[in-house]
């Protein structure tokens, strides 16, 4: 689910989510993946079921994406299949806004020309440290990029079902904006967002940017863990995290919530900590959860 890569979940032959496949606000477009005629060794065939199969449909459709339009960059292609998918959430309504836009549809990449609105890089300061605690007041600034039809009169909204968080000037205004047009947000016109006071320690706070122009809609989510009780440490050319329980580089167990240990921007730690043998018998450690 990193940035810039296409995220493809898998779907049935009657568009509902297989149920292998995962799902989330990070997932891009559905693509089949449920009992996919496939080859298989000693010259055969057979059915296969996953997101193996779903994953290099979309990608079949990206590369004829692109042999038809050309000029296209990868993220414009990209964009063009999520545009032009195929919205099947009345079949999957316990999953709305976590399968992406829906499941791809060639036809339609191909003799549509859709609007695709994507803010990208999303950058978040405090203006002081960094270390997003309560009362502290973030600013969330970036580009908004048109990557496909010009728009006339879009709108970007803010907004969070999280109760610890308050955002203040949700709403920016881009108005018209050419084919891979961009729209800077910075600190003068940023969303800002104010961590309430009670904010419980390490909260994930989901937000989502809502993109309106005429009867364009779509919506991009991410993630923010605030009020930490960690600190991120970057000097020259080496990052780190320090933690309260003895992990460093992770405040999590599965190599998450903080910088891990770079060197020159390489990734150079997945787990890392503090031992303390605290008597001949016990030893504290906390690499790991209580469970591994």
């Known amino acids: 689910s990193f940035d810039l890569v296409l995220c493809v979940a898998s779907t049935t032959s009657t568009d509902a989510r297989s149920s292998f496949s995962t799902y ?57 299949l999520k545009a032009t998918a195929d919205d099947i959430y009345s079949l999957n309504s316990s999953y709305k806004e976590k399968l992406g836009t829906g499941r791809i549809n060639l036809y339609r990449a191909l003799t549509e020309t859709p609007t695709s609105v994507w803010m990208r890089p999303i950058n978040i300061t405090d203006n002081n440290d960094d270390v997003y605690v309560v009362n502290d007041t973030l600013y969330i600034t970036g ?10 009169n879009l709108t970007a909204t803010l907004s969070s079902t999280s109760t610890n968080v308050t955002v203040l000037n ?49 919506y991009q989510y991410f993630d923010l863990t605030v ?24 405040n999590n167990s599965d190599g998450t919530g903080g910088l891990g240990f770079t060197y020159k921007d390489s990734s150079l730690v997945y787990e890392s900590g503090l031992m303390i043998g605290t008597s001949s018998s016990k030893v504290s450690d906390n690499f790991r959860g209580s469970t591994s």
């Open 170 to 218: 949700p709403t920016l205004s881009p108005g018209a904006m050419a084919t891979l047009g961009t729209f800077a947000v910075n600190n003068t016109n940023a969303y800002k967002v104010l961590i309430k006071p009670g904010t419980p320690v390490n909260a994930l706070i989901p937000f989502k940017i809502t993109y309106t122009d005429g009867s364009y809609t779509s």
């Open 143 to 152: 580009s908004i990029v048109n990557y496909l039809k010009a728009t006339t």
């Open 24 to 80: 989330g606000h990070t997932i891009d477009v559905c693509s089949p993946g449920s009992g996919i005629r496939s080859t298989v060794y000693n010259n055969s065939y057979t059915s296969m079921d996953g997101t193996s199969m779903a994953s290099p449909i979309c990608a079949g459709a990206a590369a004829i994406v692109k042999t038809f339009y050309p000029s296209y960059t990868g993220l414009q292609v990209a964009e063009q």
């Open 227 to 250: 009020n930490v009780d960690y600190v991120n440490i970057a000097i020259n050319d080496v990052s780190s995290t320090n933690t309260s329980r003895g992990r460093i580089g992770w």
